[in-house]
């Protein structure tokens, strides 16, 4: 059972660039997020998914794209990465619904755009 | 806009005392309340959470107490150990938000040997 796991780890882009981070969960959880985590900073939350096949806004959107095309996976797309996007991001998965708040993190994927 | 923030940004204690990490929240509206734990270099771990129909609720070592009243929560740690050195944050889940989850920008407890 790995939980909650995030690929790249690392990623240096160059202004304009792109790049897709992936998020996988192997516990059959209904509900998907990406935070960006900011020096000083707690968790924003840039999207999320209430379930396979739909995805909604977060606090931080702009600049951001994402796809849920199977439960187990939840897509964070930067078309043209910005020195502003350099963050450490995290993906989060938790069954859902306001009777259970427990959310797993991912390890973070730290972006440096230059 | 709603917000989440913290009185103390570093807090320090010894070892083997007990420590309390405040919170102040400001959307009276919000119905759940987490406290996450981070240590360096990884996701947040969820640590406790409390509905707003409760003013407390323990763990293991650990009690997280809620007053509406003044819209502040806190986490209490006993015995604090070295391991429970990390960055802790809490957040709150504001009802007409749905599940997104606000987070405050965290408080960094260091332990003392």
């Known amino acids: 059972n790995a939980g909650v796991t995030q690929t790249p780890k690392f990623r240096v882009l160059k202004t304009g660039q792109s790049m897709t981070l992936l998020c996988a969960q192997d516990?059959?959880?209904?509900?998907m997020y990406w935070y960006r985590q900011d020096p000083g900073m707690g968790l924003r939350l840039i999207h999320y998914s209430v379930g396979e096949g739909t995805t909604a806004k977060g606090e931080v959107p702009d600049g951001y794209n994402v796809s849920r095309l199977k439960k187990q996976n939840f897509l964070l797309g930067l078309e043209s990465a910005a020195p502003s996007q350099t963050s450490v991001y995290f993906c989060?998965?938790?069954?859902?619904?306001?009777?259970?708040?427990?959310?797993?993190f991912g390890q973070g994927t730290r972006l440096t755009v230059v | 806009g709603e917000s989440v923030g913290l009185h103390l940004p570093t807090l320090s204690v010894q070892e083997g005392d007990n420590s309390i990490i405040n919170c102040a929240y400001s959307n009276s509206a919000s119905d759940y309340f987490i406290w996450y734990k981070q240590e360096s270099g990884k996701g947040p771990q969820f640590i406790i959470d409390?509905?707003?129909?409760?003013d407390k609720r323990q763990g293991q070592r650990v009690t997280v107490l809620l007053n509406k009243t003044v819209k502040h929560l806190s986490l209490q740690i006993a015995a604090t150990q070295p391991g429970d050195s990390a960055v802790y944050f809490c957040a709150e889940i504001p009802m007409e938000y749905g599940n997104k989850l606000v987070f405050g920008a965290g408080t960094i407890l260091r332990v003392k040997s």
């Open positions: 989060a998965s938790s069954y859902g619904g306001r009777l259970n708040t427990e959310a797993f």
């Open positions: 516990m059959n959880h209904e509900y």
């Open positions: 409390i509905r707003s129909n409760m």
